[in-house]
């Protein structure tokens, strides 16, 4: 059918545009990152592992990138029950001042992160906390907490409240029409959710920066740092390990429980 | 094979008294609390944030002594009154918000029929293809990826040394307005496609089929199917988009050139390099302010989003 | 952590006078920490202090130079943080402010920088440092009581250039930066820094009216405002340089002198305008610990050692504070080392008191004429 072909065609022109848009960079650093020569070019001179020697050398790398680990798993087991709460609580009730109460959750987004950042080392600093790691946690998950709520209320148009009132008059009670029918319904956007919230306090920079010191600092901090003096391509060949394991958890994800849970729609 | 012989499972004696326990912690009687107790825990995790915004309001009332670079004791406007009247801020305030509603614009269109074809497709390799290289570049630090951009598209980039072989002569396409627009939109793509997945997901593809059936053509059954149904996810993943390139501080400063400040930068300048507190604090909240107000607009024109659709579904 | 093959080899090259240096540094510095012993009982050790350093080549030096022979001089480790030191400033005053112990031992920080922490009354006084007595007027501090700042070293805003682009010869002026050809292909500090001075120079005005008059300085960057130049920190200078985005720039030597490591060719002068000199110091927080504190002044008095000067500013290519230090080969006679008083008389210096007070105003009008 024509029609389709030429659906066909838009989408595709627009999928395609921007996948180039999103690994166009992320090509060139894989490529930059077995570069023989000292900075960074593409495509690179000469083939060398020499980046990923120097890099296998540095035990800091290594501890910063497990407290980066510890920091993301803080942030998201804080953001899952949070943020599903949270985001069934506005997309199924009607709730009073709720744009005046979505309006307060967006505020990890309308404040420029150096003020939250500011703004959280004086709040952690009078309690005593800095310097650990669950702070740093908290504070990811803070700032990215409004996607782990809209990834949840915008999963929520899967909620039939027909379907709950019939397990209500099936004589469902409360908690089990919660755990059967409601948390069934948002899970793709909790596990979306989850995922972002995840991957972005492994790699958040900016707040974390103000909130760790030198004994606990995170690899995002570490990479943005030595960045500020020069770009070499040992930076390169640690995104492109930071690359790998995404990739092999990833895959381990998907002979878990497989990504197309993700999106399918039932 | 045990199991079966008892005619009332373990799991549901289990369910039987997590059942009664919440009745008696929450009885039915307290039931319209329910909502507002299942969002305190978020109210609370924001209010951190609030905490330290009170502390930034204390600073936006003193002004810095630069002859013991402390604040004053005593409090005063004159932050505040800088702030709205020197045409710098302005300059700065007037880039950033058109810039963030421009970045909004050109994500939208761009992660609208990525997400449409990722949730549609019947190839589970292509949705897993698609999800992956959503999730890749975050795993390149945004400033390391700037400068994957700096070859592409540097005066010695790719891009110039292909248009070199075709005669013409090298251009700058960095470091102006557009080369941060279009940063800041390669950034937020996988954000907005995330957030517009989960609410395409919830389209029932057989209403498509429907109407298609009925005579639509595609162009049709898009806009008057699938985008209103999509409706609170677009305007849910469009805050997402506003907000983050409204405060973004990074893509401007490495894209930029060091001329295309946004807010963010003007803040970052008064806290990191004048130490200025009270200015980079008031800067903050004026843009806390704007930020709110342009989310309330958003909610008052196409309503709140993902939240509203239990009233406003048809 | 970035080694690469210049590096390596000056690394060797480091090593190895490290090797000869740490008889001397060990007998040296035992004599200095001998003194204080024979006064008071040692202070315990900690099992590290921890060093605030900028990234890169930077780091590499001062490992080199200080921290490495410190290490084994005390058996005390030193760790090195990364953070800018714009960054490290809050957190610093922060800590000061909420009576906290503050998150490092030592701040490497620009003079600027630091004289703002010591106007403000975080930073120790350092006046009792035996190795003090042996530097020269550099290291104190102008405008400041006692030594709440050592200075370590010096460096020169130089006007950095790409010789292919000046096929008539190297620059004379500030003002060849206004040529056409140019236009697009010059670079300053974003905030100006390093460039205020010379310009109000270039612009017709006089350095004792800075503070008071610096319109010929704002006049002259509104011409410059006209070619359009790209505004950065310190390593986009070496990456623009090496990417071939800019032919000129005001910056630091140590940034163009990177980019030469990595093979491009370029040189740099000091106009006849003069150019801009600074210093960077070392200043320990308030709140250490006693024992810590008193490691912290060993590790800056170590160094002030000439032995410790020596590796250190051989990779930086900087002039330091002690006297009969060696310049390193590639820059004897350079105008980014100065040494002589008569390399001095075309630098321009201003007290950091005057800038720290002016900094932001200029800082403010710089932006609002280059963001409009």
Request: aromatic share 10%; glycine share 8%.
């Amino acid at each position: 059918m024509t029609g389709s072909r030429s659906k066909s065609i838009v989408i595709w022109a627009f999928v395609i545009t921007a996948l180039v848009m999103l690994s166009a960079p992320t090509v060139v650093v894989l490529g930059a990152s077995f570069t023989a020569g000292n900075i960074i070019t593409f495509p690179p001179e000469g083939l060398s592992l020499k980046w990923y020697g120097a890099i296998a050398q540095a035990s800091d790398l290594r501890q910063a990138f497990v407290r980066s680990l510890i920091v993301a798993t803080i942030c998201t087991l804080i953001a899952i029950p949070v943020g599903t709460l949270a985001g069934i609580a506005l997309s199924k009730y009607r709730v009073r001042f709720a744009r005046t109460i979505q309006i307060y959750l967006l505020l990890p987004f309308t404040i420029p992160l150096i003020g939250s950042g500011i703004g959280m080392m004086l709040v952690f600093g009078e309690m005593g906390a800095l310097g650990k790691l669950w702070p740093v946690g908290i504070a990811t998950c803070v700032i990215n907490l409004p996607f782990m709520i809209w990834a949840v209320t915008a999963s929520a148009s899967n909620l039939s409240p027909d379907l709950e009132l019939a397990a209500a008059n099936c004589g469902a009670p409360p908690l089990q029409r919660f755990l059967y029918i409601t948390l069934p319904a948002v899970l793709p956007g909790i596990i979306t959710g989850s995922l972002l919230m995840f991957i972005l306090a492994l790699n958040e920079f900016l707040v974390s920066l103000l909130l760790v010191d030198a004994r606990s600092v995170t690899l995002p901090v570490q990479i943005y740092n030595s960045i500020r003096s020069i770009i070499t391509p040992d930076l390169a060949a640690i995104s492109v390990v930071f690359i790998a394991c995404a990739g092999v958890a990833i895959a381990l994800l998907d002979r878990l429980v497989g990504l197309d849970i993700f999106l399918k729609s039932k | 094979m045990r199991h079966s012989r008892a005619a009332y499972p373990l799991t549901w004696r289990v369910m039987d008294v997590l059942e009664r326990l919440a009745a008696a912690v929450w009885p039915s009687s307290f039931q319209r609390g329910l909502p507002y107790l299942m969002l305190l825990p978020a109210v609370v995790l924001v209010g951190l944030l609030v905490l330290g915004l009170i502390q930034i309001g204390d600073s936006s009332l003193r002004t810095l002594d630069t002859s013991t670079f402390m604040m004053s004791e005593n409090y005063t406007l004159a932050n505040y009154q800088r702030a709205l009247s020197e045409k710098f801020f302005a300059t700065v305030a007037g880039r950033s918000l058109v810039g963030a509603v421009i970045v909004t614009v050109v994500t939208l269109i761009f992660a609208f029929p990525y997400a449409y074809l990722m949730v549609r497709t019947p190839s589970s390799a292509l949705r897993k293809f698609l999800l992956v290289a959503l999730f890749l570049p975050f795993f390149i630090g945004q400033v390391v990826r700037a400068y994957g951009w700096l070859i592409i598209l540097g005066n010695q980039g790719m891009v110039n040394e292909a248009l070199g072989l075709v005669g013409v002569p090298p251009m700058r396409l960095l470091y102006n307005y557009p080369a941060v627009l279009f940063g800041l939109v390669q950034y937020m793509l996988p954000f907005a496609v995330l957030m517009l997945a989960p609410a395409l997901t919830a389209i029932p593809a057989e209403l498509e089929s429907a109407a298609s059936s009925l005579g639509a053509g595609w162009v049709r059954t898009f806009r008057h199917v699938v985008l209103p149904l999509a409706r609170p996810g677009l305007v849910g993943a469009g805050l997402v988009v506003v907000t983050l390139s409204l405060t973004d501080f990074a893509i401007p400063a490495i894209l930029g050139g060091g001329s295309q400040d946004f807010i963010a930068n003007a803040i970052y300048d008064q806290f990191f390099r004048t130490s200025d507190q009270g200015l980079g604090a008031t800067l903050s909240l004026l843009l806390v302010a704007v930020g709110s107000i342009l989310v309330g607009v958003v909610f008052m024109l196409f309503g709140a989003g993902t939240l509203a659709m239990g009233d406003e579904r048809k | 952590m970035m080694p690469n093959d210049k590096i390596l080899s000056a690394q060797i090259r480091r090593r190895t006078l490290l090797g000869s240096m740490a008889a001397v540094g060990a007998s040296a510095g035992l004599s200095t920490l001998g003194v204080s012993k024979a006064f008071a009982q040692e202070p315990e050790k900690p099992s590290e202090i921890i060093v605030r350093a900028w990234g890169g080549s930077w780091v590499d030096s001062l490992k080199a130079g200080v921290s490495d022979s410190f290490t084994k001089m005390t058996g005390i480790a030193v760790r090195h943080d990364l953070t800018e030191d714009n960054e490290i400033q809050p957190k610093v005053w922060a800590a000061v402010a909420q009576g906290r112990v503050p998150p490092i031992h030592i701040n490497w920080d620009t003079t600027t920088n630091a004289t703002k922490s010591a106007l403000r009354g975080v930073t120790e006084d350092l006046s009792d440092l035996p190795n003090l007595k042996n530097t020269t007027d550099l290291a104190k501090p102008v405008g400041l009581d006692g030594y709440p700042i050592v200075n370590t070293y010096g460096y020169v805003y130089v006007l950095a250039y790409r010789p292919s682009a000046f096929p008539n010869g190297a620059p004379k002026s500030w003002k060849d930066l206004l040529d056409p050809k140019l236009k697009g292909r010059i670079a300053l500090y974003n905030d100006g820094i390093g460039f205020h001075f010379p310009a109000q120079v270039a612009g017709g005005g006089k350095l004792e009216d800075i503070p008071g008059n610096m319109q010929p300085a704002w006049d002259f960057i509104a011409k410059i405002k006209e070619q359009q130049p790209l505004l950065g920190e310190d390593p986009d200078f070496t990456t623009w340089f090496q990417k071939g985005e800019i032919d000129a720039a005001c910056t630091i030597s140590t940034n163009a002198r990177e980019a030469r490591k990595n093979g491009i060719e370029l040189a740099w002068v000091v106009p006849e305008e003069g150019a801009k000199f600074d210093t960077d110091g070392l200043w320990i927080p308030k709140g250490l610990p006693e024992n810590e504190l008193y490691w912290a002044k060993q590790y800056i008095n170590h160094a002030l050692t000439k032995e410790a000067q020596q590796v250190w500013l051989d990779g930086l290519g900087l002039p330091g504070v002690v006297p009969g230090l060696t310049p390193p080969a590639d820059l004897v006679g350079d105008p980014s080392y100065p040494t002589t008083e008569e390399d001095f008389k075309h630098l321009i210096r201003i007290s950091s008191k005057v800038q720290v007070e002016n900094e932001s105003q200029w800082f403010a009008k710089f932006k609002e004429i280059m963001q409009g």
